[in-house]
């Protein structure tokens, strides 16, 4: 079994900054592609940022130019740097990962998610 862990979250005024974490931990060979996603109330849950096994990263437009995903991969942990918030980004973010077990399957796994609130 896999667990994915975030943190950072918490309360920030506009124009803050927050680092999120999600640390993966139990049986893995190797993460692959690891993705934090982001679920205002209310709304559905929405792609924010990736990051590939070869560093390779993508975001969302709403996020471009402000938010940096990278990965720490002897920690199998990857961050989300926030920066310039908006109240607007206000959501539980979620930590997912496709993670490859020591027989070599490729399973995919949630985290439980960390609240981040902005103020105006």
């Known amino acids: 079994q896999v667990q994915l862990v975030e943190s950072g979250g918490g309360l920030v005024q506009a124009g803050g900054s927050l680092r999120l974490s999600c640390a993966a931990s139990g049986s893995i060979f190797r993460i692959d592609t690891m993705v934090w996603y982001r679920q205002a109330p209310g709304k559905q849950r929405d792609l924010v940022a990736t990051?590939?096994?070869?560093?390779?990263?993508n975001y969302a437009d709403s996020v471009k130019g402000r938010f940096t995903i990278s990965r720490e991969y002897a920690k199998n942990t990857v961050y989300l740097q926030m920066n310039s918030l908006k109240p607007e980004d206000t959501a539980v973010y979620y930590c997912n990962a496709d993670v490859v077990g020591p027989l070599r399957f490729t399973m995919n796994y949630w985290g439980k998610g960390t609240r981040v609130t902005v103020s105006s």
């Open positions: 990051i590939t096994s070869g560093g390779s990263t």
